[in-house]
T-cell receptor, first 112, second 115 residues
Framework: LAKTTQPISMDSYEGQEVNITCSHN???????ITWYQQFPSQGPRFIIQ???TKVTNEVASLFIPADRKSSTLSLPRVSLSDTAVYYC?????????????FGPGTRLSVLP | ETGVTQSPTHLIKTRGQQVTLRCSSQ?????VSWYQQALGQGPQFIFQ???????GRGNFPPRFSGLQFPNYSSELNVNALELDDSALYLC??????????????FGSGTRLTVV
């Protein structure tokens, strides 16, 4: 069961690019890396998922180095509405539930 | 396409009572997971159901039980409620074909308060 380590909190200003790094030193061969966003009193929302190299969608990019022992979520030009908790999860997506462990996440505060 | 719906949204129960929480999975999703989220912490995995069978369980006592129905909706039952069971209970659904691209879809949760 891979464990992850990410910063507890980060501050940024509107319009800046935010990069949140997650460490997962014991990632297994079949494990994917998934990021979720959560606002207060709401369920987590899927942001992006990847296995290696770089993945990009309409809201974020995910950078994964060759050794896959870390990953970086990149949020371009953040706004106040991006203030939320961001979770990095690592696990086999075929056995998602029991293997995907949420840590305390990174609390991102976007300031005006 | 509807998302994941949970009911009720809020609930207050007395210690020792029993509670049932309900979840309607997203259309086309046959896998449902339940999570408990205490204030200020990340969600903790309770158990997962796939095609009406439990196929994974976290570190929760047997008084936490569940069901999945033929339409893939699900229930979480908690017996003998304790004060520490006060939390946001989240339901998440997925399908094997969507998991790689879309992950799990979470509902907004049920806020349970045990007094």
């Amino acid at each position: 069961l891979a464990k992850t380590t990410q910063p507890i909190s980060m501050d940024s200003y509107e319009g800046q690019e935010v990069n949140i790094t997650c460490s997962h030193n014991n990632i297994a061969t079949n494990d994917y890396i998934t990021w979720y966003q959560q606002f207060p009193s709401q369920g987590p929302r899927f942001i992006i998922q990847g296995y290696k190299t770089k993945v990009t969608n309409e809201v974020a990019s995910l950078f994964i180095p060759a050794d896959r022992k870390s990953s970086t979520l990149s949020l371009p030009r953040v706004s106040l509405s991006d203030t939320a908790v961001y979770y990095c999860l690592v696990g086999d997506i075929e056995n998602y539930g029991q293997n995907f462990v949420f840590g305390p996440g990174t609390r991102l505060s976007v300031l005006p | 396409e509807t998302g994941v719906t949970q009911s009720p949204t809020h609930l207050i129960k007395t210690r020792g009572q029993q509670v049932t929480l309900r979840c309607s999975s997203q259309s086309g999703h046959n896998t449902v997971s339940w999570y408990q989220q205490a204030l200020g912490q990340g969600p903790q995995f309770i158990f997962q159901y796939y095609r009406e069978e439990e196929n994974g369980r976290g570190n929760f006592p047997p008084r936490f039980s569940g069901l999945q129905f033929p339409n893939y909706s699900s229930e979480l039952n908690v017996n003998a409620l304790e004060l520490d069971d006060s939390a946001l209970y989240l339901c998440a659904s997925s399908s094997p074909t969507d998991r790689a691209s879309d992950g799990y879809t979470f509902g907004s949760g049920t806020r349970l308060t045990v007094v």
